[in-house]
């Protein structure tokens, strides 16, 4: 499915698109560029927020879910007329969804220039571990 | 390199007749060629588009070019001005992940700007990622009010 994302562009990217209905509504919003690498003990998230600042951004994570909210800082000021728009001004919202596999005490994030480096560690739950045999 | 065009409404005097000063074909056409320049060069690039978005608007006094570019530090941001065109090029570098020393990115693009503008106070700052250029405007070209007296 991402191969096909990646052919056809506009298939990744939905403008305006309502939040899963288990989260609160957030109106029109956009998904993030965003990628993630296993690592032995932890996931390493990044995620692409041009134009927010740590001021705006959420990042939620419980049994299921981890999810990212991030508003733009930026207003256009009064007097500007946009001659040609390519990005818009909604939301970035990302639902990333596990099943219990992170430890969400010990998640660790930074934002800087507009990407969000997180540090997810697995849950012990889910740490492959030796079992003896008797 | 990709050109990015946008047509500016004809003339300060008579008022545009188009709802939208834009061609209503340009949306699909810029998704054609992002398709195509996915397909022919490589499928699993490492970032997610080869371009950026790029914005441009105007008040009074200057015009503005904003650019998406999270990720790129300030030093590898280049923008020059030259022949009406705009060019912004940036490096991102990637962390080095296991296996692979660091990798480093490259995008380019160019804007077409109005041709009147003060070459020697164009300003750019980059903010949580995102590049402002200030093109000032020059004299000539900002909307004056003429005052014609009744008789």
């Not at chain 2, 997610?48 to 008040?59: G, L, N």
């Not at chain 2, 650019?67 to 590898?76: C, K, T």
């Not at chain 2, 941001?77 to 020393?101: C, F, M, Q, S, W």
């Not at chain 2, 700007?113 to 980059?126: F, I, N, S």
Request: charged residues 25%; negative net charge; glycine residues 6%.
């Amino acid at each position: 499915m991402s191969l096909f994302n990646t052919l056809i562009p506009s298939f990744a990217h939905w403008p305006a698109r309502r939040g899963n209905g288990a989260a609160p509504d957030l109106g029109p919003t956009v998904k993030p560029y965003y990628e993630i690498q296993e690592k032995p003990e932890a996931y390493a998230l990044t995620v692409h927020l041009p134009g927010v600042a740590k001021e705006g951004l959420e990042l939620t994570a419980d049994a299921n879910t981890l999810t990212v909210v991030g508003r733009r800082a930026w207003k256009q000021p009064e007097g500007w007329t946009a001659l040609f728009r390519e990005s818009a001004d909604v939301l970035f919202e990302l639902v990333l969804e596990h099943d219990n596999a992170i430890d969400a005490e010990k998640i660790q994030a930074e934002l800087k220039d507009g990407v969000l480096r997180a540090s997810l560690p697995k849950a012990e739950a889910i740490k492959p571990r030796k079992i003896a045999v008797g | 390199m990709r050109i990015t065009r946008y047509i500016q409404p004809a003339g300060r005097g008579f008022a545009s007749v188009l709802p939208f000063s834009r061609n209503p074909w340009t949306g699909l056409e810029s998704e054609i060629d992002r398709l195509f320049e996915t397909a022919l060069t490589d499928f699993a690039g490492v970032s997610a588009a080869r371009q950026f978005p790029v914005d441009v608007y105007e008040d009074k006094d200057n015009t503005y070019v904003r650019a998406e570019l999270p990720g790129v530090n300030r030093e590898d941001i280049n923008v020059e001005l030259a022949d009406g065109y705009l060019t912004v090029t940036a490096a991102r570098k990637i962390p080095a992940a296991e296996g692979k020393g660091e990798e480093s990115c490259s995008f380019s693009r160019s804007v077409g700007v109005p041709e009147a503008v003060q070459t020697d106070r164009v300003v750019a700052t980059c903010e949580n990622g995102v590049l402002t250029v200030t093109l000032p405007k020059r004299e000539e070209a900002k909307p004056k009010k003429i005052t014609v007296a009744v008789k």
